[in-house]
């Protein structure tokens, strides 16, 4: 196993069958990729949805809502490959995505880990930007060198929301990120996105400021 991709999902049963299917149509070799989803609590109907996909998938259903860096860090200890990217339940990716990504990695000893572009998209899946994704990062579409994860310590759980930008700080003081300027990765804009609350970002955000200081 060389790549393993970390989904988690809580209350996107509206979302969920498309981002799947994207990830299964994916053009690298079945046997070199794993997906991994962590349906963190969810009380809609994504768990009934997640029991058509235990062939081609590993489910796991946590017993309650823990947050987004506790599911993502379950995925993580759980992964069997080398590598590890995220996606979001709400989002989908191009079908040369895990292909491209793993090739850079595994034919550059170099390369801590490896970012591509992202359309921004509407419900419909209408594309709305390129976005460069050095500019203007995302948690997701960045596949990792697994053991760097664990190196770094993870995602902290004592964040709810901004888990990404932390990751990244800490990742960043050690280790690079290389970015291919090719829009792979489709990030859905929708009412529900977490970024959407203004309020709890903006608490992240002190909290960010007030762990890393220099920000």
Known sequence: MVVSVVITVYNYDKYIE???????????NKDLYEIIIVNDGSTDKTKEILENYTDVARVFHLDK??????????????????FVVFVDADDYIQKDMLFIQKTFLTENNKLDAVSVD????????????HVNAEERPIACGIMFRKDFLFDIGLYDEEFLAREDEDLRIRFLKKYKIYNIILPLYRYRMHDSNLTKDKEKMDKHFEKLVKKHKKL
């Not at 498309?18 to 690298?28: A, E, I, K, T």
Request: proline fraction near 0%.
């Open 18 to 28: 498309r981002c799947l299917r994207s990830v299964m149509d994916q053009s690298l």
């Open 65 to 82: 809502n823990r947050g987004l860096s506790y599911a993502r860090n379950f995925g993580i200890k759980k992964a069997k490959g080398q």
């Open 118 to 129: 992202y359309y921004l998209v509407d419900e419909r899946g209408t594309h709305l930007e």
